[in-house]
């Protein structure tokens, strides 16, 4: 009974989270890489990083930047209704 009455708001409910998941991950993926931002870019956040212990810092300061950044483009080109497409990836 519930599904024929929300069925019709499925793509509603998957557009929204996906706007709630990229606007999360532009707050937290833009401080990164912005060299004038409260994380003073990457450098800043390797720095966090080296101090976690954590090796090749500055290169994963980099990865972690750009995935986080790069993440919330791969979700607004997801293709809808197939969770297992790869991100983004066309066929």
Known sequence: MLESIF???SNIG???LRVALG??????GWPKLNP???????????GF????GVPL??????VVALLET???????HRR???AYSGGGVRD
């Open 7 to 9: 069925a019709p708001y």
């Open 14 to 16: 998957l557009l929204i």
């Open 23 to 28: 606007i999360g991950m532009i707050a937290h």
């Open 36 to 46: 004038s931002g409260p994380m003073k870019g990457p450098a800043g956040f390797a």
């Open 49 to 52: 990083l080296k101090q976690m």
């Open 57 to 62: 810092p500055l290169f994963f300061a980099w």
């Open 70 to 76: 790069d993440s919330r483009r791969r979700l607004a």
């Open 80 to 82: 809808p209704g197939n």
